[in-house]
C-alpha cells in the first residue's frame, strides 16, 4: 500500500493489476470434441519428441483455439518447459529466434513445402512494476537490453520477455482466453486455465487480466483483437466490452511500436483470409486510422474498384490455400499514386523514364518506413514497370517478358487492371494464351495481333492514335514503352 503510494507520488503507473492465473482445468476429448486427424504431423512429432525426452510439450494457441471451433488451424505453435537450447538440442533442423521473445523454430521440410513449427518455453508471469525499465527504447536502449531477461519501456511496454516460469503462469500472460488453451494431442486433453472453452462455445474474445494494462505491456495486442475479431466474426464471435472498451484509446501507444513489428501485423490483418473483414472491424471499433500509415491508405481506398478487387482476390487466395505476395497487395494499394504521377510526367518524358520517377516518388512518400525491405520493394517495382511492356507486343519482347522470373505477379496485376476495365480484357487473355501457348503458336499469335490495339494512357482511357513518334532511347537500358503505348 505504502510502495503504492510512493510509487503514485512519484509518478510510476499505477501497478498492472495481476491477472489470476486461474484453475488449472482438464478438459477430456469426449467434453471438446476436437478432430485429432486435423493436428499436423510434425507439430505432433514436436510434442511427442519432446515428450520422450522428458519435457512438458502441448499444442498452444490460437491452433487449439481454431481446433476447438472446427476450423483447421493455419499454424501450429508447441509450449514446452524446457528451455530454448534444450529444444533446439532436440532437434536436427531448429534454430533459436527472436531477443524481445525468445523461441525456437523447428524446421521440416525444404523451400516451397517446408513447415514452421515454432516452439515457446513457458514464461513467467512478472509484474511489470517488477521489471528493470530502460529510458529509451529497443533500439536506443539496445545495449543495457542485452543483459535483460525482462525489462520494460518507462510507459510499460515489454521490451524483453525472457523468464521461464510454470504452465499456469504462461497461461495468464498469453492475450486472449480462447488463446490460452494448451491441447496435448498424445493424450487428447485440453488444460484450461481462463475459461478459455466456455468462451469458445459463448463465442466471445475476452482479454486475460486487465485489458488496460495488456494492451499498454503490448499494444500490438490491439492489432490482434481485431484479427481475431475478423477471422472469426462468420462464427459468431464478438470482443468482450470490457476487452473492447479500452481499444480505441490505446491506438496512440502503437506510435512506440518498431515500424518492423506493426508491418508485420499490418500483413496478417491483409494476408491471412480476412482483409475485408479486418478493415470492416477497424471502422466498427473506430480504429480505421492511426494503426500504421500504409494501413490508413488501405481503409480509404478499400472501395475504390482496384484496391477492392485486389483484396478480395487476397482474401480467395489464401482461402484456397493458394500463396499470396506482400508485394503484390501493396502494388494494387499504391497503384492510384504511380498512375497520377506516370501520367502527370509523361506530359514531359517518355512512357517508362516517366513511370520510373513516379515510382521513387510513391517510395517516398508512402514506404519509406520499410525501405529496409528491399526484396519487397524489388518485386513492387518490378511489378509496376512490367505494365507498359504488356501493351508491346511485336517483334522479341513478348518472348522476354514471359520468360522473366516476376512474369506471373505482373500479368495478374494486369489481369486485375483488366477486372477494373483499366485495360482491355481482350488483351489480358491474350497474354493469359500467350504465357502458355508453344513457340509456334506464339509466332502466329503476334502475327495476328496487328494492327496494334488502341493506344491506353496510364489512366485507362484509350488515346488516338497519332503518327509514330521518334522516342528517345528508354533511360538504364530499360525496357520500351512500346509503340502502341503512350503513358
Ligand atoms: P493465428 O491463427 O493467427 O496463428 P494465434 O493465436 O496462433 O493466431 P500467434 O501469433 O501464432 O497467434 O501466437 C500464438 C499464441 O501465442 C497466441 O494464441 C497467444 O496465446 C500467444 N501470443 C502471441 N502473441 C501474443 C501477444 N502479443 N500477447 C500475448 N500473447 C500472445
Ligand atoms: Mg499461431
Request: positive net charge; hydrophobic residues 40%; contains cysteine.
Amino acid at each position: 500500500m505504502i510502495k503504492k503510494m510512493i510509487d503514485r507520488l512519484l509518478g510510476k503507473p499505477a501497478a498492472a493489476s495481476k491477472p489470476p492465473f486461474g484453475k488449472r482445468r482438464v478438459i477430456s476429448e469426449k467434453e471438446h470434441r476436437i478432430d485429432h486427424t486435423l493436428v499436423d504431423d510434425r507439430a505432433l512429432n514436436v510434442v511427442r519428441t519432446l515428450q520422450e525426452r522428458g519435457f512438458e510439450a502441448y499444442i498452444v494457441g490460437g491452433a487449439v483455439r481454431d481446433l476447438l471451433v472446427g476450423l483447421k488451424p493455419k499454424d501450429f505453435d508447441v509450449a514446452t518447459n524446457a528451455t530454448p537450447e534444450e529444444v533446439k538440442a532436440c532437434f536436427r533442423r531448429a534454430f533459436i529466434i527472436g531477443r524481445r521473445f525468445r523461441i525456437v523454430h523447428v524446421v521440416y521440410g525444404r523451400g516451397r513445402e517446408h513447415e514452421v513449427i515454432e516452439v515457446s518455453t513457458f514464461r513467467a508471469y512478472l509484474d511489470s512494476n517488477d521489471a528493470e525499465q530502460v529510458s529509451g527504447n529497443e533500439r536506443t536502449s539496445k545495449k543495457a537490453l542485452s543483459n535483460m531477461t525482462h525489462a520494460v519501456d518507462a510507459s510499460g511496454r515489454v521490451l524483453r520477455d525472457n523468464v521461464w516460469g510454470p504452465q499456469d503462469e504462461d497461461a495468464a500472460r498469453r492475450d486472449f482466453t480462447v488463446n490460452a488453451m494448451y491441447y496435448d494431442p498424445l493424450t487428447g486433453d485440453v488444460i484450461d486455465y481462463h475459461h478459455g472453452l466456455e468462451d469458445a462455445k459463448k463465442r466471445v474474445l475476452r482479454m486475460i487480466g486487465d485489458p488496460a494494462t495488456r494492451y499498454r505491456e503490448d499494444p500490438v495486442r490491439i492489432i490482434r483483437a481485431v484479427r481475431f475479431a475478423a477471422k472469426l466474426n462468420n462464427l459468431g464471435f464478438k470482443i468482450e466490452p470490457r476487452t473492447a472498451k479500452p481499444l480505441k484509446a490505446s491506438v496512440g501507444l502503437l506510435a512506440d511500436v518498431p515500424q518492423s513489428r506493426l508491418f508485420d501485423e499490418m500483413l496478417k490483418l491483409l494476408q491471412t483470409g480476412h482483409a475485408l473483414a479486418s478493415i470492416e472491424q477497424l471502422k466498427t471499433l473506430g480504429m480505421a486510422r492511426g494503426i500504421y500509415p500504409l494501413l490508413d491508405v488501405v481503409v480509404e481506398r478499400v472501395d475504390a474498384d482496384f484496391v477492392q478487387a485486389a483484396l478480395q482476390d487476397t482474401d480467395r487466395r489464401v482461402g484456397e490455400g493458394k500463396p499470396v505476395a506482400p508485394s503484390f497487395l501493396l502494388a494494387c494499394v499504391l497503384w492510384a499514386d504511380v498512375r497520377e504521377g506516370w501520367h502527370l510526367r509523361s506530359a514531359e518524358m517518355p512512357a517508362f523514364p516517366a513511370l520510373q520517377e513516379a515510382i521513387e516518388d510513391v517510395f517516398n512518400a508512402r514506404i519509406g518506413d520499410v525501405s529496409g525491405r528491399g526484396k519487397l520493394a524489388g518485386d513492387m517495382r518490378e511489378i509496376w514497370t512490367m505494365q507498359p511492356r504488356f501493351d508491346k507486343r511485336s517483334g522479341s519482347a513478348p518472348f522476354g517478358l514471359v520468360e522473366q522470373a516476376r512474369f506471373r505477379a505482373g500479368f495478374d496485376f494486369m489481369r486485375l487492371r483488366a477486372e477494373v476495365g483499366e485495360v482491355d480484357e481482350e488483351l489480358a487473355d491474350w497474354w493469359e494464351t500467350f504465357s502458355t501457348a508453344s513457340d509456334d503458336t506464339r509466332v502466329d499469335m503476334l502475327q495476328a495481333v496487328k494492327p496494334a490495339p488502341r493506344a491506353v494512357r496510364a489512366d485507362g482511357t484509350p488515346v488516338a492514335r497519332k503518327r509514330p513518334r521518334r522516342r528517345r532511347k528508354p533511360a538504364n537500358g530499360g525496357p520500351s514503352s512500346g509503340g502502341d503505348v503512350a503513358a
